[in-house]
């Protein structure tokens, strides 16, 4: 069982910056695939970066130019470096993390990311 933990949510005015991290707690296998999911209410979970083990990376439009996604596949860790946050982008986001490579298996329980105008 892979334990994924979350920080670095919170809240920011619109225009701000916040950096996610997540950490899986799992050693000697390197994930195949990382990233970050969000739920704002009322809506359904959406993609927002992944990286793959080596290093490619996928973003949703809503974000792209805004926020960047790396990791440190050694230590099975993934960041999400969010700029120029609005309002747009209040939600809870969900670190997601991909064993295999045959979809995501894990989920972390979420950080609350809060932007106001």
């Known amino acids: 069982q892979v334990q994924l933990a979350e920080s670095g949510g919170g809240l920011v005015q619109t225009g701000g910056s916040l950096r996610l991290s997540c950490g899986a707690s799992?050693?000697?296998?390197?994930?195949?695939?990382m990233g970050w999911y969000r739920q704002a209410p009322g809506k359904q979970r959406e993609l927002v970066a992944t990286i793959t083990l080596g290093g490619s990376k996928n973003y949703a439009d809503s974000v792209k130019g805004r926020f960047t996604i790396s990791r440190d596949a050694a230590k099975n860790t993934v960041y999400l470096q969010m700029n120029s946050l609005t309002p747009e982008d209040t939600a809870v986001y969900y670190c997601a993390a991909d064993l295999w490579g045959g979809g995501i298996d894990y989920w972390g329980q979420g950080t609350q990311v809060t932007v106001s105008s």
């Open positions: 799992v050693s000697g296998i390197r994930l195949v695939l």
